[in-house]
């Protein structure tokens, strides 16, 4: 089975190039982020023309996610984070897929630091922690995936010292990935790749995908039920080049047939 995440940042502006990329990737289910696109405006015809159903939680500035699944029914079990009901944000969708639990998530950017913004991607992560040990303590296998706008180490930027002010890159940040990490989860592309230099996103500005100047931002965390299936995974860092695309790359990985 292969699975991917993709923040498509725009589904409608960038859906030539998605629709591209899943015909050529043939993924079998797909997180995507940064939809901005209300929940009535969602391609959902399109993507199940393409062979793709579809649950997703809309909306229009900067968020939205959403679940594809190829030839494969999609049981939604909630699509808001737990902790915080005035949370209005659309971040989190959380669905049951052939015996899979699969969330997906687009964490806070969290920048300027200091400020509210930063407070509240610290709250949101504690959410998340919540929900992650909650969810292992199903004992089925479990995968967080999607933009956690975290870089967990100085290997996962191509240069540390200029973002040591980032929220990104924060200690406070990074500990708190770390620390959903150690409850059992396993990040994936990291232990597939242990000392390689991996990255998902380049910004737009200074020619920095050329110059291969980017950051690995995007993840998957495995519990130890799949993780154990995990045989392969990469990052499709072909498509950041193509013309209209997004400021990231579909990252996927196959595991073992469940």
């Known amino acids: 089975m292969k699975i991917a995440t993709y923040n498509v940042n725009g589904v409608n502006g960038r859906l030539a190039v998605l629709l591209r990329w899943l015909k050529e990737a043939a993924p079998d289910i797909v997180c995507l982020q940064e939809l901005k696109a209300p929940q009535d405006k969602f391609p959902q015809k399109v993507l199940q023309d393409a062979g793709y159903n579809a649950i997703w939680n809309g909306q229009k500035q900067w968020n939205g996610v959403a679940i594809l699944a190829r030839n494969m029914e999609i049981e ?24 899979v639990v699969i969330a997906c998530l687009y964490l806070p950017n969290g920048n300027p630091t200091p400020g509210l ?8 992560f504690k959410r998340l922690s919540d929900r992650a040990e909650t969810l292992l303590h199903l004992k089925t296998p479990l995968l967080l995936i999607g933009d956690f706008n ?19 890159f924060r200690p406070e940040v990074r ?36 110059r291969n100047a980017g950051l690995r931002i ?36 196959q595991i073992d047939k469940i």
């Open 76 to 99: 939604e079990i909630t699509r808001k984070l737990p902790g915080d009901q005035d949370d209005l944000q659309s971040r989190y969708i959380e669905a049951l897929i052939n015996g």
């Open 117 to 124: 913004k930063f407070e509240y991607k610290l709250k949101w």
């Open 150 to 168: 975290v870089m967990p180490t100085e290997l996962d930027v191509y240069k540390p010292e200029k973002w040591v002010n980032d929220a990104l």
């Open 175 to 210: 500990k708190a990935f770390k620390d959903i990490v150690s409850q059992g989860w396993t990040d994936a592309i990291r232990t597939l790749y242990p000392n390689e230099k991996i990255y998902t996103f380049w910004d737009y500005f200074r020619n920095a995908y050329q």
């Open 218 to 253: 995007d993840h998957f965390l495995l519990s130890p039920e799949i993780a154990k299936k995990l045989v392969a995974g990469g990052v499709d860092s072909h498509v950041r080049g193509w013309e209209k695309t997004s400021d990231h790359a579909p990252v996927w990985i």
